[in-house]
């Protein structure tokens, strides 16, 4: 066989005898010149890839950033926004969980939240950013582990795929750090770390990867499976390279129970051996069941949904007819047959999950369209099975991922991961297909328009994938709120009310909320101050110190008889001390958005608002002896220091 590299072309030889003389003159001279030239190759590559990796580095970073102004920064919810941080503010303030303060879930979200009291800017603004950009590195992260393919060589489609991924997964979601996507952001990073250490034998990149996977479980005790696909990973990964001796082994266990093992030494340092199982066991089960077995239940109330479900399983087995019908021999025309209706039927049926994104409201508990994604993704993963005899890798852990983030009594649907999972789903479709692509330009000559025509039309679908999903964030952003209302509602700036709160932009009914919380604390001083039963985010916002061991006394949190005995405690302990206020809330502060629904004034003998089922704010409050006055619409109990 004649090396290609080597072989002359004609006409070569009788160029080189003609030339011969003035050759052997300029020899000195091209040899110098080549010597110079040699060295600036290197300098030229690593500027390319410096380039290359900046690009990579600042999409995530522009991306975030575009995210947090123009959809994150609007919208306030006093309900749940800032409890995150009213965690790290104890913290900062030298408690421990489960000793100092209850908590019916690990608190690694609040110890992970200290960075949004170190980077400079508005607190809440700045966790509004740190919360996008997890969400953006969490996608980039699923991305790298279903497609194998480093982050730093996404092509254009491929990173306007990620990002369109990243607003689907946000969705209506409010841009508040939260334990929920803290698990999401370290599970995703860490399978990702641990994936790419796996494929290069990186013991840095590997142990890396299985502490965050750990520290996930630390988040959200619901993250538990978190383990046990790192541990899969770790022994069965098909491309895992070097030996697995027990050195190493040993040192991969201790990086994935690091971060758990931490945790439970500071709690029983600092006092909380008993109430740590106490309170993380304290909690009622869920497993998923609005995902795994209320489909048909959620399809008889939605025809559209269930129109794109069967459109897609359809296109499915289509696919599989083609792909076996592709590798059958004999019969040429039937497999140039097959070999176009593959990609064909893949079209159709990344048609049907475009389509289900396109009409879905992406609203908050919007629960079918998630759940529906999710089906699709394990009905690919089995054809991809029965037809290939193997399972794409990634594609595993986003299904797991997405069962995990259901795991909630909130919020029970895998929506915070809806637009990865949609994106898996189109990865493990085109595996093995022939793209569209490339059988359109192949016919392009020379091979160098093809490559061009090739990456221009990649170029311009990821800018079309990513302006598609900006314009439906942003459409769904104007109609819908969580909680407070669409963007063009929110007109007051809550910079007002708090430094920490400046570029924040709510509804006049949530402004006026807040100021008063902030009026009240400052009409009558006090070293203890506390709202009830919600409202965590004036502790960080307005300095406070909260006397009780809850934040937020809602009846999700209160998991068993424990917070009660604290709570009636500790106030027999503050009608002791004296020095405290403890503002009750007399309205519902979902609705204070609502135009007129926070009133200006409410009489002393206010009933007030109770959430949980054995009403703890009542006693409470019937517990503190101080005086009893109104202030805005909060009936206070207020105490000067017992001397």
Same mark, same amino acid.
């Given at each position: ?294 489909? @048909?239940?959620?399809?008889?109330? *939605?025809?559209?949904?269930? %129109?794109?479900?069967? /459109?897609? #399983?359809? $296109? !499915? &087995? +289509? ?118 692509? @490339?059988?359109?330009?192949?016919? *392009?000559?020379?091979?160098? %328009?093809?490559?061009? /025509?090739? #990456?221009? $039309? !990649? &170029? +311009? ?183």
């Amino acid at each position: 066989m004649t090396d290609q590299s080597t072989r002359s072309e004609p006409g070569a030889d009788a160029d080189a005898h003609s030339g011969a003389a003035g050759t052997a003159a300029a020899a000195t001279g091209t040899r110098t010149r080549l010597r110079r030239l040699v060295p600036t190759a290197p300098r030229t590559w690593d500027r390319r890839r410096a380039a290359r990796i900046g690009v990579h580095v600042a999409w995530p970073l522009m991306l975030a950033t575009w995210l947090t102004y123009s959809v994150g920064r609007y919208g306030f919810a006093p309900m749940d926004q800032g409890f995150t941080q009213a965690l790290t503010w104890r913290i900062l303030d030298g408690q421990v969980p489960h000793a100092d303060f209850f908590s019916p879930r690990p608190a690694g979200s609040a110890v992970f939240h200290i960075v949004d009291f170190v980077i400079p800017g508005p607190l809440m603004l700045v966790q509004a950013w740190v919360a996008t950009l997890q969400f953006v590195v969490s996608a980039i992260a699923l991305t790298v582990l279903v497609t194998g393919r480093p982050w730093t060589r996404f092509g254009p489609l491929l990173a306007g795929l990620t990002a369109a991924a990243a607003m689907i997964n946000l969705h209506m979601w409010a841009a508040m750090t939260w334990h929920t996507t803290d698990g999401i952001f370290f599970a995703s990073l860490g399978w990702c770390l641990l994936d790419r250490g796996l494929r290069r034998d990186s013991a840095a990149l590997r142990r890396w990867g299985l502490f965050l996977a750990g520290y996930a479980v630390i988040c959200k005790q619901s993250f538990a499976p978190v383990l046990l696909v790192a541990l899969a990973m770790l022994f069965f990964h098909p491309r895992r390279r070097g030996r697995l001796t027990p050195r190493r082994v040993a040192g991969d266990l201790a990086a994935l129970g690091g971060a758990g093992f931490g945790y439970v030494v500071w709690v029983v340092l600092g006092g909380g051996t008993a109430e740590l199982p106490n309170q993380l066991l304290g909690a009622d089960s869920i497993w998923g069941e609005r995902v795994l077995t209320m489909m @048909p239940e959620m399809l008889r109330g *939605a025809p559209d949904e269930k %129109r794109w479900l069967v /459109l897609f #399983a359809a $296109a !499915l &087995a +289509a696919i599989v007819a083609a792909r076996l019908l592709a590798r059958r021999p004999g019969d040429g025309a039937v497999r140039r047959v097959a070999s176009w209706a593959d990609p064909a039927a893949c079209l159709v049926a990344t048609g049907a999950i475009v389509a289900e994104l396109i009409q879905a409201k992406l609203a908050f508990a919007e629960v079918t369209y998630s759940c529906i994604l999710w089906w699709m993704l394990v009905g690919a993963v089995v054809v991809d099975a029965v037809v290939r005899r193997r399972v794409l890798t990634g594609a595993l852990p986003v299904l797991a991922l997405g069962w995990m983030v259901s795991l909630s009594y909130g919020y029970d649907v895998p929506a915070l991961v809806g637009g990865s999972i949609a994106l898996t789903t189109m990865v493990v479709l085109w595996r093995g297909a022939a793209t569209p692509v @490339p059988l359109v330009v192949a016919a *392009a000559s020379p091979a160098r %328009r093809a490559t061009a /025509l090739r #990456a221009f $039309a !990649l &170029a +311009a679908a990821g800018a079309i994938v990513v302006g598609a999903g900006a314009v439906k964030l942003l459409d769904v952003r104007d109609r819908y709120g969580y909680i407070d209302g669409g963007r063009p509602f929110l007109t007051q700036d809550m910079g007002t009310v708090s430094p920490e709160m400046r570029g924040i932009r709510t509804s006049p009914g949530d402004r006026r909320y807040m100021t008063q919380v902030r009026d009240c604390v400052k009409a009558r001083p006090a070293k203890w101050v506390a709202v009830l039963p919600d409202t965590s985010v004036a502790y960080p916002v307005f300095k406070l110190n909260n006397p009780f061991p809850m934040d937020w006394l809602y009846y999700m949190e209160v998991t068993n008889r424990e917070a009660e005995k604290l709570m009636i405690k500790r106030a027999k302990e503050l009608n002791a001390s004296g020095d405290y206020l403890v503002l009750f809330q007399t309205i519902d502060v979902r609705f204070v958005a609502v135009p007129g629904y926070v009133p200006k004034h409410v009489p002393p003998n206010q009933p007030i608002v109770h959430w949980t089922q054995r009403n703890i704010e009542a006693k409470v409050k019937r517990e503190l002896q101080g005086e009893v006055f109104s202030c805005g619409s909060f009936v206070a109990v207020w105490a000067p220091p017992k001397k």
